[in-house]
C-alpha cells in the first residue's frame, strides 16, 4: 500500500507566524514543518551564509533536507527587526546570532532579509537571504519595534 | 548666502525604473542619484557584499558617499532576475556581474535581493542585500523573465 504524503495544512494567518514557524523548524531540525514554510507555487530563493542561491521549490527543498538531515542542532536569537508589510508582501530585515549546540559561543551575527507572500495557504516564504556579519565591525543600530504597515 | 539643496523630484513609476536608476547610479558614482533611488522617510536597510548591516537613511547615505567617492569605476550585469510585486511592496532578487574599470576579467556573481516601497513620491528602495556568490558554485538556474504580479 502505497503511503500517501499529507498535503500541507498549516496556512500562517501572519507574516510574522511564517517567521516563527520558520525558526522554530530550523531549532528542531523539522524538515517537514521547515518546508511547510515555503511556498509551493511559487518561485521561492534560499542564499544560505556564505551560498550560492538556490532558485525554485524543489532546489530550496532539497537543500534543507541536506542541512536538517546533518542533526546538529542550534539555538537561534533574533534582534534587531525592520519590516515593511504591504498587504501581499511582506519583507523582514533582522539579525540572527546563532548558537550550536555543544558549543559556548555565540556565533557572529547574520544580516537576513526574510520576504513573505500571502497566498490562498495563509502567509509563506518566498525570499530568505542570509549573509554573515564580518566581527568587530557593527554599526549603531537604531531599535525598530513596530512593523511599518502599509494598508 | 547658504546654499540649498533641491529636495529630491525624481520619481519612478515602477520599482524597474527605481531598479534602474539603482544601477546607473552605481555605475555613474553618482551619489546625488543614488541616494533619489531610496525611501528618506522609511528606514531603510543596506548590506553591501561582505558587509555588515547598514540602518536608517542617513547611514545608508554615508556608506554611498563612502563607496561612490572612491572614484572606481564599475560596469554592472544583472542576471536570474525573480520577481515578487504587490501593490506597495516590490521584491526582486537576482546575480550582479561587477566589472571593475581598469580589470579584465568580471568578478563572480554577488546575490542580490533589492525591495522597493511604492511611497507618495513613486517607487523607492528600502532594502539592498549584496553577498558574494562562492566561486565555482553554482547550481542551474531556471530562467525567470517575467516578474509574477500580484494585483
Same mark, same amino acid.
Request: hydrophobic residues 45%.
Given at each position: $500500500? +502505497?503511503t500517501i504524503r499529507?498535503?500541507? =495544512?498549516v496556512?500562517f494567518? =501572519?507574516?510574522?507566524d511564517?517567521?516563527?514557524?520558520f525558526?522554530?523548524a530550523?531549532?528542531a531540525?523539522?524538515?517537514? +514543518?521547515? *518546508?511547510?514554510?515555503?511556498?509551493?507555487?511559487e518561485e521561492?530563493v534560499?542564499?544560505h551564509p556564505?551560498g550560492?542561491r538556490?532558485?525554485?521549490?524543489e532546489q530550496? %527543498?532539497? !537543500?534543507?533536507?541536506q542541512?536538517?538531515s !546533518?542533526? &546538529?542542532? $542550534?539555538k537561534v536569537r533574533?534582534?534587531d527587526?525592520?519590516?515593511v508589510q504591504? *498587504?501581499m508582501?511582506s519583507v523582514?530585515?533582522?539579525?540572527?546570532f546563532? =548558537?550550536?549546540?555543544?558549543? +559556548?559561543?555565540e !556565533?557572529?551575527p547574520?544580516a =537576513?532579509t526574510?520576504?513573505y507572500?500571502?497566498t490562498?495557504?495563509g502567509? %509563506?516564504m518566498?525570499?530568505?537571504h542570509a549573509?554573515?556579519?564580518? &566581527?568587530?565591525? %557593527?554599526?549603531?543600530? %537604531? +531599535?525598530?519595534?513596530?512593523?511599518?504597515i502599509?494598508h
Open positions: $500500500m +502505497a499529507a498535503v500541507s =495544512t496556512a494567518p =501572519t507574516p510574522q511564517a517567521e516563527s514557524a525558526y522554530e530550523l531549532e531540525g523539522d524538515f517537514e +514543518a521547515m *518546508m511547510q514554510v515555503w511556498a509551493e507555487d521561492p534560499c542564499v556564505g550560492v538556490i532558485c525554485g521549490y530550496v %527543498r532539497q !537543500s534543507w533536507a542541512i536538517l !546533518s542533526g &546538529q542542532r $542550534m533574533l534582534s527587526a525592520v519590516r504591504g *498587504m508582501v523582514h530585515n533582522l539579525h540572527e546563532i =548558537t550550536v549546540e555543544g558549543e +559556548a559561543q !556565533s557572529h547574520v =537576513t526574510n520576504v507572500l500571502r490562498g495557504a502567509w %509563506r518566498v525570499v530568505h549573509s554573515v556579519v564580518p &566581527q568587530g565591525v %557593527r554599526p549603531p543600530e %537604531r +531599535a525598530v519595534e513596530a512593523p511599518k502599509l
